[in-house]
């Protein structure tokens, strides 16, 4: 964790997904990346879930590997804890100009989404719930630049280059949103 630049055992956490301060998520090194995974870590670097590309037909995935037709494709992501459980779920709609993720809890309910606001220069995420905006995400060159500003009380994250991202614990919503 020391290498992304996560101060440990600042704030303890509750050891899960929710209730965590800081989580590191790591995409899992792949010569030809056909199923996107990641592992996401607390701030003691002990795994606390996983994420995995799900519902990729034999025909997708070929397609991927020959051609650049990838961002015009539908991507699902299943977040999962230990046990495997699916936590969240999260569906990146086959786009043309501007990227949209919506948000779903385990049960298929939609909790928010996370849509691209511009397509030039650093680009910004808005983060939304409940039909408002709730935060966003800046920056766009993966660089340590990258951070969120929340609209409410709502924590920060900072992406560190090539070796994780610290993503804050879901934040406490206003009362009549659910993020």
Known sequence: MAKAGVQTGAEQGGGTLFSEPVLVVNQKAKLIEVNNEYAVYDQNGR?????????????????????????????????????????????????????RVVVQDALGTDVGEIVQENMVGKIRFGLHAGGRKVGSINGGTGGPGTSTSPTRAAPRWREYPRRGRAWPRPCSPPPTTTW
């Open 47 to 99: 795994q606390i879930a996983a994420v995995r590309q799900v519902g990729q037909s034999t025909a997708k995935k070929v397609m991927r590997v020959i051609s650049s037709l990838d961002q015009f494709m539908t991507h699902k992501l299943q977040v999962v804890d230990m046990t495997g459980t699916p936590v969240l779920a999260l569906t990146r709609p086959a786009k043309v100009m501007k990227s």
